[in-house]
């Protein structure tokens, strides 16, 4: 049997792959250690579990919620804004609750898309931004993921060759999975080229809390005038340890803003109110519990270079995000990345990410989560050690290892 239209439009889900490998050595007695899916391990902080405990025992907040966002919480939202970034956004018409960034950013290119209607995307890319769009039946475009002048020179040529002219340019900074970092001298000409192009800006900053520098990544609302065509998409997922909570927002043009809630006002009646009241508390409530977040994926990051490098394989540092982005070492190279991250499992009991899956241009890389404490990262790294010192002779007959440069 044929699938249906829209699934026929993705191609095969590449982590599943190397998820069911996991699975198997897993059930084989491997002890696996997972530095693939971004699912942030630390505990959510003790006063916002309190707050959900506290709000759940009210029966009146068991039944349905406000598919937007309660008030309480995009106001919450709003004073974030305005402390963080200096950004003064109405709550009533600005902000909006999502099932998470992931879930606002599909149901806005489902607000906004048209069939055939032409995106920019930057590749490599978090899955969503591309096949969110792909799935409301868009074309795709692709641009340079690292905030350079490269990108302009890519968006100058997508909107002389692309028919019909582009509605969208997709940001992720700090980005996920490259952990490349823009600042406001980039988002200044970002906007302005939206602006003199009549394009949107959709950006994802859903790591702007996980910086390993003194300085905080910004928002591309910071520029002023840039909410005449942005909208931000944030999450509390790895600010506030929340990933299985689901708790985004989308805030900005009042425009787009109110396309996102129609949408969703037929899809969905919000997060449960309980989560709803207790994110609400974690963004209103002390800023301690992310600085300590902050100082431990700081840590893993030190630990996962310095133990990696010294096992053979040089990790670049991240400079935010909670993960690295890995160059393949030249001798596996040729083999890309999905087969790479076989062979980690395989060959090193580690799980990681493979680039392919973030788009084409990312397959000489892997994504490398800063999930696992610092024991686990370092005795990741022993594996991968033993691994690179054998594989001359394990694996003669699955690559010519030895014919690297």
Request: with cysteine; net charge neutral.
């Amino acid at each position: 049997m044929e699938d249906f239209y829209k699934t026929r439009r993705l191609p095969p889900y590449v982590f599943e792959q190397v998820n069911r490998l996991k699975a198997k050595a897993r059930a084989a007695g491997a002890d696996i250690i997972d530095l693939g899916m971004g699912n942030p391990d630390l505990p959510t902080p003790r006063h916002i579990v309190e707050k959900l405990v506290e709000t759940v025992q009210n029966p009146r907040t068991h039944r349905y919620s406000a598919s937007k966002g309660i008030p309480g919480l995009r106001k919450a939202q709003a004073g974030y804004y305005a402390r963080r970034f200096g950004v003064k956004l109405n709550p009533d018409t600005q902000v909006v609750a999502t099932l998470g960034s992931k879930e606002g950013f599909a149901n806005m290119a489902q607000a906004i898309t048209a069939p055939g209607d032409v995106v920019l995307v930057p590749n490599p890319s978090y899955p969503i931004h591309a096949f969110g769009f792909l799935m409301a039946g868009a074309a795709l475009r692709s641009i340079p993921s690292e905030p350079t002048p490269e990108v302009f020179s890519a968006l100058e040529r997508a909107i002389i060759h692309s028919v019909p002219k582009p509605i969208a340019l997709i940001l992720c900074y700090p980005a996920n999975p490259t952990a490349y970092v823009a600042d406001l001298d980039f988002y200044r000409d970002v906007v302005a080229f939206a602006k003199k192009h009549e394009i949107f800006i959709l950006s994802d900053l859903a790591y702007s809390e996980i910086y390993f520098n003194d300085t905080p990544p910004p928002s591309v609302l910071q520029v002023p005038g840039a909410i005449d065509v942005t909208v931000e998409f944030t999450s509390l997922s790895k600010t506030f340890s929340m990933p299985g909570w689901r708790m985004g927002f989308a805030v900005g043009n009042e425009r787009l803003i109110a396309a996102l809630a129609r949408v969703k006002s037929y899809l969905d009646y919000g997060a449960f109110t309980p989560i709803q009241v207790a994110a609400a508390a974690a963004l209103n409530g002390p800023d301690d519990c992310i600085a300590e977040t902050r100082d431990i994926y700081r840590k893993r990051r030190d630990v996962l270079v310095e133990s990696f490098t010294r096992a053979g394989w040089p990790i670049p540092a991240p400079e935010a995000s909670m993960f690295a982005w890995a160059p393949i070492p030249e001798k596996f190279r040729s083999l890309g990345s999905l087969e790479f991250s076989k062979l980690l499992i395989e060959k090193a009991d580690v799980a990681v990410s493979p680039g392919i899956g973030f788009g084409e241009y990312g397959d000489d890389y892997i994504r490398i989560g800063l999930v696992e404490n610092e024991q686990r990262i370092r005795q990741a790294a022993r594996g991968i050690r033993r691994f690179l010192e054998t594989a001359d002779e394990t694996l003669h007959n699955v690559v010519p290892v030895r014919a690297s440069r």
